[in-house]
């Protein structure tokens, strides 16, 4: 299992840290595992998850709109 700090998580994603933490927010994004004291870190099959789930209700969308 790996880990990605925040910066990893930005650059997989192309989200800036604020949206990451206002999806968590709003329960949209996956959570991270407290490492310690203020260290965070998130995992990366449950990002990559996320990823493809963004994919996914894109691809849905479009097929929605070629009906």
Same mark, same amino acid.
């Given at each position: 299992?790996?880990?990605?700090?925040?910066?990893?998580?930005?650059?997989?994603? $192309?989200?800036?840290?604020?949206?990451? #933490?206002? #999806?968590?927010?709003?329960?949209?994004?996956?959570?991270?595992? $407290?490492?310690?004291?203020?260290?965070?870190?998130?995992?990366? %099959?449950?990002?990559?998850?996320?990823?493809?789930?963004?994919?996914?209700?894109?691809?849905?969308? $479009? %097929?929605?709109?070629?009906?």
């Amino acid at each position: 299992m790996k880990l990605m700090k925040v910066k990893e998580v930005m650059h997989a994603t $192309s989200l800036a840290r604020p949206t990451i #933490y206002k #999806y968590m927010a709003k329960g949209q994004f996956p959570k991270p595992v $407290s490492l310690g004291g203020r260290a965070v870190a998130w995992v990366a %099959d449950e990002i990559d998850d996320w990823i493809m789930q963004c994919i996914a209700e894109r691809d849905a969308e $479009s %097929d929605i709109e070629a009906d």
